[in-house]
């Protein structure tokens, strides 16, 4: 009998959850998306409490009796169990060092509305978010999306995934990624995205796989929003 | 015969790869740190670039005909090999997990200097770091310091290590933590670390294992400066 995962993380945004989402949707795994049920913030909360393993934040995941956090933690444990990444060391510390790497990459997304403090609203921190944001556009989205259009690129295995010959969370959260980006800052990825066409094709790729269809067809895809990590403020928008 | 690792990571500061460095060290692992050898930057570019799983950024580990990259996927691989973590797959991941919340943790250190850009200079960003800073040691510091010091006190293992009743690559993280707090915000810390017992206790034990403890009175410790992730500015301690 297949074991139905609970997975913790908040009811109304696609966030770092939705990394986790994706690959569990891609998996065809039972699970429970605990916040979005009747009473969910409240076992959230009680869950994370209780926990022996406890989360510093959400996303986590409870598989049996393990509680497992972070993002990347999570889909290290599910890429294992699922055929999401390879079995081999070489292969799974590759896949783990990529999603890291997008895991960086987020935090950077998300400091382009929140340069100043986390706890404090954008309105107070706009003008600090436009020069950040400025930065951001100019230098560091080229250098991430051509790190990874180059790791796409070297791959000499057939198919277009990141990671050897199969796919891969890290293809599922480079899907996610360039969903983000264009997204928050339309224009300036209009502008930008030619420049890597392996990820377009990867971006293509993934949301025909039937079970990715399926889901972002489906309610239980949220849509994005201003409450997120990839927002869309036109001011930003470079 | 015991191999030899090739750690690359910028020379002149403690940075991401002091954590890497501390792992080899209580490991009394045979390591070169390359980019501290004569002709030691053009020898890390050089391995950037060659390498088929290339790293974003350093640190990055050469074990073999592995080469790791992301600080905390390098520790999960010297864990495994070094007995500095728990073998079993449930201890393995809330090791991971820890550190991974460490690595958070460090990039808010670093964002504190650096909140508008990671291309700008410090003085191009000052006015923006005192607030950013501001927050970090009313909110942030307790937040993160409160969780790590909750962690421990729950572990109901003897010894005071941050997971089961060993020795992990947590508590020389931890420790590296505490070190580099107290360096970048003294007159803060001062008045927030006996709210820590936990931590100061694990910080004093990993000091006093003796190849830590050598390694710190070695000329392989660099030590704390204005380059690296925590740094000394009067301004921003509160």
């Known amino acids: 009998m297949q074991?139905?995962?609970?997975?913790y993380y908040w009811p109304s945004i696609q966030g770092r959850g939705e990394f986790v989402r994706l690959a569990l949707e891609e998996a065809g795994a039972a699970y429970v998306d605990v916040a979005r049920q009747k009473k969910g913030m409240d076992a959230?909360?009680?869950a994370m409490d209780a926990s022996a393993t406890p989360p510093f934040a959400?996303?986590?995941?409870k598989a049996d009796e393990l509680m497992i956090a972070q993002t990347a933690n999570i889909l290290l444990f599910l890429g294992a169990r699922h055929g999401l990444a390879p079995r081999a060391e070489a292969g799974r510390l590759w896949a783990h060092q990529l999603q890291l790497t997008i895991a960086d990459f987020i935090n950077e997304v998300h400091d382009t509305h929140h340069p100043v403090g986390v706890s404090l609203y954008y309105e107070d921190q706009k003008k600090e978010a436009k020069r950040r944001s400025a930065g951001f556009i100019a230098e560091r989205i080229p250098k991430f999306l051509g790190y990874f259009e180059q790791v796409l690129q070297n791959n000499d295995k057939r198919g277009g995934f990141?990671?050897?010959a199969r796919l891969s969370y890290v293809d599922l959260s480079l899907f996610q990624v360039m969903e983000g980006l264009r997204y928050a800052f339309?224009?300036?990825?209009?502008?930008?995205?030619?420049?890597?066409?392996?990820?377009?094709?990867?971006?293509g790729m993934v949301a025909e796989r039937p079970n990715i269809a399926a889901y972002l067809n489906s309610k239980r895809r949220i849509a994005f929003n201003e409450e997120g990590i990839f927002r869309h403020y036109p001011e930003l928008d470079g």
């Open 3 to 7: 074991m139905e995962y609970a997975l």
């Open 44 to 46: 959230l909360m009680a």
């Open 58 to 61: 959400p996303p986590f995941l």
């Open 162 to 164: 990141a990671v050897g």
């Open 186 to 203: 339309p224009k300036a990825m209009a502008r930008m995205v030619p420049r890597y066409p392996a990820l377009i094709a990867v971006h």
